[in-house]
């Protein structure tokens, strides 16, 4: 049974900084495309990054400088870490995985919700 499970989620102020975490159970997630996205309500989901193994990340223009994305695969956990944190940053914050039988998917370019089919409960983010 493959499942994603998000944490670390909150209020913070503008400036801040939140580390967020998914675990994933059912399957390694070093063997798929994890991609990070968000939403707010009555806007369409947005990519925000995508890693694949511990060292090819893309991320969103939104965030790129600001936000960083690991893995630990002993823990079969991904971390999101979002640093100056703005405003607009405030959404619930999703992990997903998708195969890896395309590059271009899992990079900020491709990235979309429609080609990721599993998906975590989400995490709320408030930044004031």
């Known amino acids: 049974h493959v499942q994603l499970v998000e944490s670390g989620g909150g209020s913070v102020q503008t400036g801040g900084s939140l580390t967020l975490s998914c675990v994933a159970s059912g399957y390694t997630v070093t063997a798929y495309c994890m991609g990070w996205f968000r939403q707010v309500p009555g806007k369409e989901r947005e990519g925000v990054a995508t890693?694949?193994?511990?060292?090819?990340?893309s991320y969103a223009d939104s965030v790129k400088g600001r936000f960083n994305i690991s893995k630990d695969d002993a823990k079969n956990t991904l971390y999101p870490v979002m640093n100056s944190l703005k405003p607009e940053d405030s959404a619930m914050y999703y992990c997903?995985?998708?195969?890896?039988?395309?590059?271009?998917?899992?990079?900020?370019?491709?990235?979309?919700?429609?080609?990721?089919?599993?998906w975590g409960q989400g995490t709320q983010v408030t930044v004031s």
């Open positions: 890693i694949v193994g511990n060292k090819i990340t």
């Open positions: 997903a995985s998708r195969p890896l039988d395309s590059s271009y998917l899992c990079t900020a370019a491709g990235l979309s919700p429609h080609s990721f089919d599993s």
